[in-house]
């Protein structure tokens, strides 16, 4: 019996335009980089200014001083802060209400993500989601290593009183994602194929399941066929 359900944000369950892609591509050329679209998508999920200070290393075969990627990692902020201005981002279809049908089966929904708190507390209220959507959210910032480091969903099983790893999934669109399940040794690791990567791509990475979408989950589970 899944207990709680561990999801990311950006191209999971939210569809934030790819502004986080642009952004952080943005951001590391203007520190001196060149990524190319793999090296940002082999980044992602991964907390922004270690992605950051990853691709510029890449690049220049140097390592980046501390004030250079705290520059790097605030133009980074202040570009996404100007996309989600322009175009902010909107949940991905379905997902509201699975994530409603799973709460009302007693399945703990939290969010877990690559993001800092700053970029959270301003997106989370531009979505309308709080406490009467969500059990819990955890950013990057709120652990000692972001993913495919397992703390975030650790810190998830924390904050919602859940203990048993075999009573958790995690699922998210990006290989980080799932490497950070599996690190968790969560019993469900679920690839969903709303981001970046194709089915091919995503499921190279150790997982249990491939799924469309998170409004694909409660189906998974076998739960929320009642729920309107």
């Given at each position: 019996m899944i207990e709680l359900v561990v999801l990311d944000i950006a191209n999971t369950t939210v569809d934030e335009h790819n502004a986080v892609?642009?952004?952080?591509?943005?951001?590391?050329?203007?520190?001196?980089?060149?990524?190319?679209?793999?090296?940002?998508?082999?980044?992602m999920g991964a907390?922004?200014?270690?992605a950051i200070?990853?691709?510029?290393?890449?690049?220049?075969?140097?390592?980046?001083?501390?004030?250079?990627?705290?520059?790097?990692?605030?133009?980074?902020?202040?570009?996404?802060?100007?996309a989600y201005a322009e175009r902010p981002p909107v949940p991905l279809p379905g997902v509201p209400d699975a994530l409603a049908k799973l709460r009302a089966e007693g399945i703990k929904v939290a969010l877990n993500t690559g993001f800092d708190r700053t970029v959270i507390d301003t997106l989370l209220p531009t979505l309308g989601w709080d406490d009467s959507v969500l059990d819990a959210v955890v950013c990057v910032d709120d652990v000692a290593a972001g993913r495919p480091a397992p703390y975030m969903i650790f810190r998830a099983m924390e904050r919602t009183g859940v203990t048993d790893v075999g009573a958790v999934l995690a699922a998210g669109d990006t290989v980080l994602d799932l490497r950070a399940g599996?690190?968790?040794?969560?019993?469900?690791?679920?690839?969903?194929?709303?981001?970046?990567?194709t089915a091919?791509?995503?499921?190279?990475?150790?997982?249990?399941h491939l799924v469309?979408?998170?409004?694909?989950?409660?189906s998974l589970l076998g739960v929320g066929a009642h729920v309107e």
């Open positions: 892609y642009r952004a952080l591509e943005e951001a590391v050329v203007a520190a001196g980089g060149s990524p190319t679209a793999d090296d940002v998508q082999r980044w907390h922004k200014r270690e200070e990853g691709m510029v290393t890449e690049s220049t075969g140097e390592r980046p001083s501390e004030p250079a990627v705290d520059a790097a990692f605030a133009d980074f902020h202040r570009r996404l802060d100007a599996t690190n968790a040794g969560v019993a469900m690791v679920v690839g969903v194929l709303t981001g970046e990567l091919a791509g995503l499921g190279t990475e150790r997982h249990t469309p979408s998170v409004a694909d989950l409660p």
